[in-house]
Structures are given as C-alpha cells and as structure tokens.
C-alpha cells in the first residue's frame, strides 16, 4: 500500500473530495432494502440509507457509521458505505462534527467493510484523503490523542500503520514539526511508563511504535533547538534507558505544546501549552499529590493523575528493547 505524499493537506484534502465525488457516483445501488436492525433502526431510516445518500440525515449517517457491522446484513454493508463514503469523509474532516472518528473509520477493517477489496480507485481515493486528514490533523494544533486516534482507526481499516508513520514522518513544515513532537513525546512517554495501548487498532504491536520513535530523534532535537523557550525542549530531550531509583523521570514536554511559540524575547518562559510565560518554577500549580518534594524535575506532570506518578512511587522498566526508547 502507497500512500500519496501530501505537501499542501488541505489543497489535497480539497481534491481528494472532489475525486470521492465522482469515483463513488459511480457505486452501484443496492439490490434489494436495506436489511438492518429493526431493533435500533425504523423502517423509514432503513429505506433513507438505501436512497439518495445525499438525502440521508447528518443524525442517520453518524448512527450508521457507529454502529457495529453485526448489525447490518454482511453482503449489503460494504455496499453502504461506499454509496455513503463521500458524506463520510465529509463528517470526519475540519468542517465535519465527528467527535472521534477511530472507531467510525475502523468499520471499513476486514471485519466489517472489507475496505481492502474495495475497487481499487475507490480505494486510492480514500487513501489519498486519509492521508491529508493525517497532515491537517497534525497542523492544526490538536492534542496528541487526536492524532493518534485517527492514525489507530485508519490503521484498523487499511490493515497497516507503516505507511501511515512513514507519511507523516515525511511531511514539513513549522506546524508539522510541532504536531510530530507532539506525538512523539506522548507515544514515548506512554511506552516509558508502561502504558502504551492501541484503543482502536486492535491488531496493532506496539513494537510498531519503539521502531518508529527513535528515528524522529533529530526532528524532535531540531525543533528544541529552533524554539528553545519551549519549556524545558533543551534540558530534557532524553529519556533515560533506566529511571533513576526513587526519582523517575519522565521525558519533558512539549507534548502539549499547540502551536510554535513566539521567538520575541520575553520576561519569562514559554510554558509548554504555548499561553502565558513562568518566571519561576514555583510557578507550576501546586497539587498534594507531588508531596513535600514539589512538582518533579520537568513540566510533565501537572494533572492529579500524572502527579500521582511522582509521589514516591517509582515507575516499571516498559518492554522496549534495549536503546529503542528516544535517548540522549
């Protein structure tokens, strides 16, 4: 599987629905009503999804795409979401209001919509699209589960995550660069930690991840060495092979970093967030749980849940093999 290198996302997202368009016009219809759920579903929402799909509801096409393939009859349900495809990928772009769309795009997997026998330019349209919704999503300035929950749901339907870390590995740009640290801070924090899963790539080895990571090493030296008022991004690029007995520590951020930071000389530091500058350590908020010590070493944990990580409490060796974790 290629997929197409897209320096412009949202030039090639653009273009990718306008192809979607044509491409699945040319679907067939089905050949007999749609045989659904009569539990969840109508009768009069089984015959709109079996009509004009521009004539089925925003509500209607959102239900249908969450719902289980078990629902729907086997032989009917890769038709139906190829007839719907181009509302799809409408839903789950930058104008849609699809909240997470893993879920929904991994119903094209092998187990629901078969999307890998699909006709092929069927198939290479969609992938095209998938592709600029990997850029925009790592430009845009989401947070890191944004990213991860759709490349984990496209993962699911095409059957493969490499091509898709090697598409994002490939794209550049300021916004990029922020978005791919982004990423790589939360995968590498969650394998160091020993809690790194797949929510929607069900099939996924998370060795997959541990190859990948350590390759973005220069980019993510690169960008703390172009943007050194992020929070910590010189001081704490690496991530220790083994933490240190009783005090563990965690990479430091960005990893919430949402847009590149201002270069304009300031009063204070850039907190990883990008809003308002620190003077001080002290600065960061307090919480019980960091205990008499304070808040650790770097800006990692500020939630309750993260600062629990640092009351006293030594992390576990993750299962990456030796020297796969980022290090310095």
Do not use: N
């Given at each position: 599987?290629?997929?197409?290198?897209?320096?412009?996302?949202?030039?090639?997202?653009?273009?990718?629905?306008?192809?979607?368009?044509?491409?699945?016009?040319?679907?067939?219809?089905?050949?007999?009503?749609?045989?659904?759920?009569?539990?969840?579903?109508?009768?009069?929402?089984?015959?709109?999804?079996?009509?004009?799909?521009?004539?089925?509801?925003?509500?209607?096409?959102?239900?249908?795409?969450?719902?289980?393939?078990?629902?729907?009859?086997?032989?009917?349900?890769?038709?139906?979401?190829?007839?719907?495809?181009?509302?799809?990928?409408?839903?789950?772009?930058?104008?849609?209001?699809?909240?997470?769309?893993?879920?929904?795009?991994?119903?094209?997997?092998?187990?629901?919509?078969?999307?890998?026998?699909?006709?092929?330019?069927?198939?290479?349209?969609?992938?095209?699209?998938?592709?600029?919704?990997?850029?925009?999503?790592?430009?845009?300035?989401?947070?890191?589960?944004?990213?991860?929950?759709?490349?984990?749901?496209i993962a699911h339907a095409t059957g493969d995550l490499d091509p898709w870390l090697a598409h994002i590995s490939g794209l550049s740009g300021p916004g990029t660069d922020a978005g791919l640290v982004r990423l790589a801070f939360d995968w590498a924090t969650d394998l160091l930690w020993d809690e790194f899963r797949f929510s929607w790539w069900y099939d996924g080895d998370p060795r997959t991840i541990a190859t990948w990571l350590p390759a973005q090493r220069p980019r993510v030296a690169a960008f703390a060495a172009a943007h050194p008022r992020v929070q910590d991004s010189q001081g704490h690029l690496g991530r220790p092979r083994r933490p240190h007995r009783g005090r563990p520590?965690?990479?430091?951020?960005?990893?919430?970093?949402?847009?590149?930071?201002?270069?304009?000389?300031?009063?204070?530091?850039?907190?990883?967030?990008?809003?308002?500058p620190v003077r001080a350590r002290r600065a960061w908020h307090a919480h019980p749980a960091y205990g008499a010590a304070g808040p650790p070493a770097c800006g990692l944990a500020r939630s309750p849940r993260r600062a629990g990580r640092h009351a006293g409490v030594a992390p576990t060796q993750n299962s990456l093999p030796s020297g796969s974790a980022i290090t310095t």
């Open positions: 599987m290629t997929v197409p290198h897209t320096p412009d996302p949202l030039a090639a997202w653009r273009r990718a629905l306008t192809e979607a368009d044509r491409i699945f016009a040319a679907t067939p219809p089905l050949e007999a009503p749609v045989d659904g759920c009569t539990h969840c579903y109508p009768e009069s929402e089984l015959h709109l999804l079996g009509g004009d799909p521009d004539a089925v509801p925003d509500d209607l096409l959102g239900c249908f795409m969450r719902e289980v393939p078990s629902h729907w009859d086997p032989d009917q349900y890769s038709v139906l979401w190829r007839r719907l495809m181009p509302r799809a990928l409408r839903h789950w772009g930058p104008d849609g209001e699809a909240v997470d769309p893993a879920a929904e795009i991994g119903h094209l997997g092998a187990d629901g919509a078969g999307f890998a026998h699909w006709p092929e330019p069927e198939r290479a349209v969609t992938l095209r699209a998938f592709g600029a919704l990997l850029g925009i999503a790592l430009t845009d300035g989401g947070a890191a589960g944004d990213i991860t929950g759709l490349l984990e749901g520590q965690p990479v430091a951020l960005p990893a919430r970093l949402r847009q590149v930071p201002e270069t304009a000389p300031s009063a204070g530091r850039t907190r990883p967030c990008g809003k308002r």
